[in-house]
């Protein structure tokens, strides 16, 4: 009995976890160049809302850690103090970014991403 209890809490808590309607987020290609054309407007408002500013996460009144990645200003200020890709990369030394429960981490190639647009100044 308590082990179907145990799932059933578990399959409830896993219903009311941050998510969202999937949204089709950049994803960079294999050929991917990091040049200037990565913007935050053009990739990482998209990456952000898809998967990490959205309502019981990073975003709203109470976002989770105080961490707000809603705009251009938050996301530019996590990145420059350090969090976003150590928190993302899991480094060593930076908070890991624990995710959504039945959520996936982000891929190689959407942190890429985020990397390229830190690298070439975090362009609007």
């Known amino acids: 009995m308590s082990k179907r ?40 408002a998209p990456i952000m ?3 990490c500013a959205v309502s019981g996460c990073h975003a709203g009144t109470y976002p989770a850690g105080g961490i707000l990645l809603s705009d251009y200003m938050d996301c530019k200020l996590q990145v420059l103090n350090s969090n976003l890709l150590g928190a993302v ?21 959407t942190i890429n991403i985020i990397q390229c647009w830190s690298d070439k100044g975090l362009p609007q």
């Open 49 to 51: 809302n898809a998967h």
């Open 5 to 44: 209890l145990l799932i059933l809490c578990f399959a409830l808590t896993a219903l009311s976890a941050c998510t969202k309607d999937k949204t089709n987020a950049p994803v960079a290609p294999q050929s991917f160049v990091c040049d200037s054309t990565v913007t935050y407007s053009v990739y990482i």
């Open 89 to 109: 990369r899991h480094s060593f030394g930076s908070p890991p970014m624990p995710y959504p429960l039945g959520a996936a981490p982000l891929s190689d190639s």
